[in-house]
């Protein structure tokens, strides 16, 4: 089955992470995200880039592309919901209370429904999945 590519505007193939339309469905490559974001972390003083690459505050699913070099890490904060991480890239530790958890390329995380935290052991990407519990 040959794809055919929809977008606003044009109809030629798309960019590298550019998100486009196949007959109804979307698609993207996390690949060129990844590449993009952590040329982005590297830069930016917080040593973090992220995108949400689906769903958002109004849905009940959201999917967050991050990427953060080596060394960096992401504060202590609440789990809004069920969670996951897949690490795309590199190595990373999520600690909750007084467990912790590495994760390389490949793995898939259950993040705890515990406050928790996560550092970069080597510059690394990761794709958060996170469904929001409702209240």
Do not use: F
């Amino acid at each position: 089955m040959t794809a055919v590519w929809k977008r606003l505007g044009n109809a030629d193939e798309p960019s590298a992470g550019e998100t486009v339309r196949l007959d109804g469905m979307q698609k993207m490559s996390l690949e060129a995200l990844a590449r993009e974001h952590s040329n982005r972390a590297g830069s930016d003083s917080t040593g973090r880039s992220s995108i949400t690459v689906y769903g958002g505050h109004e849905h009940v699913l959201r999917q967050t592309l991050i990427a953060i070099m080596a060394g960096r890490s992401m504060s202590e904060h609440e789990n809004p919901g069920e969670a996951t991480v897949l690490v795309l890239q590199g190595r990373v530790r999520l600690l909750a209370k007084d467990d912790a958890w590495e994760g390389r390329s490949g793995d898939m995380l259950i993040v705890p429904e515990l406050r928790h935290s996560i550092e970069a052991i080597e510059d690394s990407v990761m794709l958060l999945t996170v469904a929001k519990v409702e209240n």
